[in-house]
């Protein structure tokens, strides 16, 4: 049963702390993406991933990091330098970079952390 | 710099009417629009796509529009069912995805 899958899907931190949010997928694809969602606003893209070993930053990169070791999986950090972490997080993975292409991205279930 | 808007907060519709969801763009380098419909506490599910050399692309009761010149997308959804009730975001890619800040679609039985 493939598919991609987020965890936790709630998460509380405390403030200066640094979290990692968990990004897993058995769709064997190439391209994985972070986006965030905050209330009134769509999904901006933190970072994505072209293939293993390669990430770019999206729109809004900072006081985050990522790595991309195995094809599988793409695991986020929320650092304690993110201003404004609180937010509900998705992961999502295409075929390919070019999978958007007349094929849809899969997303995860999402991860709502809350910074306390 | 929001490049995709989705006006439209909200709409509510009677079950059995069109539903008519509108997204409108800035950047003229977006080569492909995609809808994707989400329920809460759920990841988006992706409905349907066109790419910028269409005006139209239909899959059942789901069609989307493109007008380029008005750099305007709409996705028309015929007839309207109380199921289709979710947010709905328009998304446009150039290198990546850029969302819509959604539309909350209401069918009311």
């Known amino acids: 049963d493939g598919g991609i899958t987020q965890s936790p899907k709630y998460l509380f931190r405390k403030e200066g702390q640094n979290v990692t949010l968990s990004c897993e997928q058995n769709?064997?694809?190439?391209?994985m993406y972070w986006y965030r969602q905050d209330p009134g606003q769509g999904l901006r893209l933190i970072y994505y991933s072209q293939i293993v070993n390669d990430f770019q930053k999206g729109d809004i990169a900072e006081g985050y990091s990522v790595s991309r070791e195995k094809k599988e999986s793409f695991p986020l950090t929320v650092t304690s330098a993110q201003k404004n972490p609180t937010a509900f997080y998705l992961c999502?993975?295409?075929?390919?970079?070019?999978?958007?292409?007349?094929?849809?991205?899969?997303f995860g279930q999402g991860t709502r952390l809350t910074v306390v | 710099d929001q490049q995709v808007k989705q006006n439209s907060p909200s709409l509510s519709v009677q079950e059995g009417r069109i539903s008519i969801l509108n997204c409108d763009y800035t950047n003229s380098m977006f080569d492909y629009f995609l809808w994707y419909k989400k329920y809460p506490a759920e990841g988006p599910t992706f409905l349907i796509s066109?790419?910028?050399?269409?005006d139209k692309n239909e899959d059942g009761r789901f069609t989307v529009f493109l007008n380029k010149s008005a750099k305007h997308l709409s996705l028309h959804i015929v007839p309207s069912q109380p199921g289709d009730s979710a947010v709905y975001f328009c998304a446009a890619r150039h290198l990546y995805m850029r969302f819509g800040a959604g539309t909350r679609l209401t069918v009311k039985p």
């Open positions: 769709l064997n694809h190439d391209a």
């Open positions: 999502a993975s295409s075929i390919s970079w070019t999978g958007f292409v007349n094929t849809e991205a899969f």
């Open positions: 066109i790419s910028s050399i269409k």
